[in-house]
């Protein structure tokens, strides 16, 4: 490592040091699985049934995976694409605000319950 105020501290090398190396390795790859998979559950749209999973880590944080294309799937988000949002082929979709009848479909799930918000008493 680069001491300090002597530049740029490089992340340290377990090259040499295995058992180290699969720990952090797993770790890693418990997190991935954690932040990725862990905790989604599916919402179907009210309007169009657009079918996502969702995860809230808090009211104000929403995770939401697309079972189906996007652009196909939900007419809110094809129409932004024909009315010139970001080219679907470069998967434009992640630049366009969420549907607000999926937002409302998902706030409804946590109403009733469906969706787990933590840290939030019901």
């Known amino acids: 490592m680069t001491p300090p105020g002597k530049g740029w501290a490089k992340a340290p090398d377990y090259s040499g040091r295995a058992e180290t190396r699969a720990a952090l390795e797993a770790t890693t790859a418990a997190d991935r699985r954690e932040y990725l ?12 049934g657009s079918r996502v999973l969702v995860k809230k880590n808090s009211l104000e944080h929403t995770s939401v995976q697309w079972i189906s294309d996007a652009a196909t799937g939900c007419p809110e988000f094809a129409a932004r694409l024909a009315a010139g949002a970001p080219d679907p082929s470069t998967k434009g979709t992640a630049h366009i605000e969420s549907c607000p009848k999926l937002r409302e479909s998902i706030d409804r799930a ?9 840290g939030r008493d019901v």
């Open 37 to 48: 998979e862990s905790g989604f559950r599916p919402v179907e749209c009210v309007s169009c």
């Open 110 to 118: 946590v109403r009733e319950g469906l969706l787990e918000v933590p």
